[in-house]
């Protein structure tokens, strides 16, 4: 059931991503009155179809992908180069159709030899003609604009000069090229917006929420009896004392309890139905960077999950659950704000360095052992955040409360704004960490194997977090379409560059090579990140 919620919010999610980036190219091409000759959702053989005005809009068999046909996007062949013989749909001497398949009999219009035509008119004269022999008389017509070519079951309707891109003002199509990806950004900015509705934002107040854990996981403020609904009024440990008013006197105890190295439990003084009430909290530590969650004990860090990594960019194999880490690089428990700043600062990066990797030191039973583990390195942790830009903790200390979350449209606003920007600067990153982090290569790319993955991931947290995740997305896909690569939209409008330094139109042919280069190249990368997705999933 897992995979089929994950393959339809996957559909859901790309396919909708796809069909706005080719809708923003569709209305700005229509505004400038190009022919659109198709408008595809999904890639393969076509499922339905349905012709309105000028454009046929099409369901295909793979729901990945998506086209829209522009009239002289791409450099068009001659469909009569080969084809000297044709049938021709003629009404009131004005050419309405052109079948180039003779020799079916279910089409019944007279045959005509070719002798000479012009559908392009380049000149844009507004004389479209075709001449022709018939029966062994010399003939010539007028083609109508909106005539329809018949090649066996193909059918497309004729693209005069003025019809297609290459005829329109160099702002004209700069918007076409850049509407898709424009398309993508206000898409962004409304799944955000849509996702801060249904989340809220926390409030200010001193009163906690969701203190309920999830299935098979503890969380220490549950189980020493708090509950959802009361509120918090102190916070001791030791000589660490803070009376609560809002949420952020929570957050500053826990960041001083944190910096101070304490591992004492929390006294936790709360009100419920006006009456006081004290706990005791013993909080967890989580190491955001190795993939490790424990509790304090008295011998040290006791693991109590971990989070299993393997990859070029870090590793964890070596630990264990119930494994006490009493020591980090010689930093021992006893000086643990210490072994905190070695966990934190790790900057290596080199893989092949067997020196290069963190010495942790855990008691194993009876036993002491020395476990190398390899964590993100501090460059890479600096780049997580979450979609509303707070930065992932390396570290983290927490007794397991959160606040209440409230309705509020103006934050709603400014979220979808912040997220879509902060979507915008985890691309740059991704590309600065491929070319400054020897451990992070392509093969961290993921295809869409890994992005069905991660949306079914999502998906099993709730709409909100895949309207989050579709965000991200949609930015992404809009941003590297803008990279300067002939494939992609941004290719087209370096093109438009060079012809307004040169005011020459670049060379079709050449244009035309470079894509079809580039396209194979992609193609190479998305099957080289398809693989390496498949074989993370046998992981």
Known sequence: MDYIIGFLAFVFVLGLIIAVHEAGHFFFARRVNILCREYAFGMGPILLKKKKGETLYTLRAFPIGGFCAIAGEE??????????????????????????????????????????????????????????????????????????????????????????????????????????????????????????????????????SDTQPSEGETLPAYEAGLRDGDKIIRLKSGVLDKEVNVWDDISWF???????????????????????????????????NIGVKGEFSTEGIKITRVFAVDNKMSSNTGLKEGDIITAVQGKGYEQLFEMYEVIKNYHGNNENDALNRLTITVLRGSELKEIKVKPYSKKIMDTQKTSAGVPIETIKVAIGISPKYEFNLGKSFLYS??????????????????????????????????????TKTMASQGFASLLNWMGLLSVNVGLLNLFPIPALDGGRLLFLGYEAVTKKKPNPKVETVLIMVTMILLLGLMIFVTFNDVLRLFK
């Open 75 to 208: 450099l068009e062949s001659d469909p009569f180069e080969r084809n000297k013989r044709v049938k021709l749909d003629i009404k009131n001497d004005i050419i309405k159709g052109i079948y180039l398949n003779v020799n079916d009999p279910t089409i019944d219009y007279p045959e005509h030899d070719i002798i000479n035509y012009d559908l392009f008119d380049e000149k844009e004269t507004g004389n479209l003609f075709m001449e022709t022999r018939e029966d062994g008389e010399y003939r010539r017509y007028q083609v109508d604009p909106q005539a329809v070519i018949y090649d066996s079951k193909l059918e497309y309707q004729i693209a005069p000069y003025n019809r297609t891109l290459g005829s329109k003002s160099k702002r004209a199509r700069a918007m076409v090229m850049f509407g898709g990806p424009l398309m993508n950004f206000l898409l962004a900015i409304v799944v955000f917006f849509i996702a801060g509705l249904i989340l809220g934002f926390p409030s200010s107040k001193n009163i906690i």
């Open 254 to 288: 826990m960041d001083k309890y944190t910096s101070l190295g304490n591992t004492d439990a929390i006294e936790v003084t709360f009100n419920r139905n006006n009456q006081e009430n004290i706990v005791s909290v013993s909080p967890t530590v989580i190491f955001y």
């Open 417 to 454: 704004l912040k997220s879509t920007g902060n979507s915008f600067t985890a691309v740059f990153d991704t590309l600065d960490l491929l070319f400054s982090e020897e451990s992070v290569s392509i093969a961290a790319l993921s295809g869409p194997v890994g992005i069905f993955d991660m």
